[in-house]
């Protein structure tokens, strides 16, 4: 069985602080998805990895994927208020119709 | 587009008591799913149709019934709830590997 694993599963930090979250897991993926849920709504896409090696930028956060394609980091910069939120990273199950997902990391930037 | 959209939004039930949740995609993509998402344990899938017209058991089917009515519209079905099934419900449609979810239902059983 594919697992996914996040780490840290909770993090408080002031605004301005950098962070990284982490996606580990045994298993080689195709593709890891990274996205962000809010209270009260449904997770919404960040960014797509493919490529072992791949670093993408969207902003403040940079997503890279492992070399062996098993994992993942987000990285944010000068985090603010509105990064608060749900992060969980997926990857495609060997199947190919299912997606595997983290248990998120819990992200609370404070003002 | 109005992208997923999940109804109803919230709902009570007793137990033993049958509901349906409904959802629609505008998309046009051929998968869609059904997650129940439970407090430190992620997004677990429930059921998934890869097109119209098939069905499939994810991790977690046990108490639950789907229906693919068409390529629009997947409906997750309870015929005999249980508290164990309190619950938030997402909905997702999938061209390939990325997923667009619904906004969720908040389901209790008391």
């Known amino acids: 069985t594919q697992l996914l694993e996040q780490s840290p599963q909770f993090l408080s930090i002031q605004e301005g602080e950098n962070l990284t979250v982490y996606c580990n897991s045994s298993s080689v993926f195709s593709s890891l998805q990274w996205y962000r849920q809010e209270p009260g709504e449904g997770p919404v896409l960040l960014v797509t990895v493919v490529t072992g090696g791949e670093v993408k930028k969207l902003k403040r956060l940079t997503f890279q994927f492992g070399d062996a394609r098993k994992d993942s980091s987000l990285h944010i910069t000068a985090a603010q208020p509105g990064d608060t939120g749900l992060y969980l990273c997926a990857g495609d199950d060997t199947g190919g119709f299912k997606t595997i997902f983290g248990a998120g990391t819990r992200l609370f930037v404070k003002a | 587009n109005a992208g997923v959209t999940q109804t109803p939004k919230f709902q009570v039930l007793k137990t033993g008591q049958s509901m349906t949740l409904q959802c629609a995609q505008d998309m046009n993509h051929n998968s869609m799913y059904w997650y129940r998402q439970d407090p430190g344990m992620g997004l677990r899938l429930i059921y998934y149709s890869a097109s119209e017209g098939t069905t499939d058991k994810g991790e977690v089917p046990n108490g639950y019934n789907v229906s693919r009515l068409n390529k629009r519209e997947f409906s997750l079905r309870l015929e005999s709830a249980a508290p164990s099934q309190t619950s938030v419900y997402f909905c997702?449609?999938?061209?390939?590997?990325?997923?667009?979810f619904g906004p969720g239902t908040r389901l209790t059983v008391l």
């Open positions: 997702a449609s999938s061209p390939l590997n990325e997923q667009f």
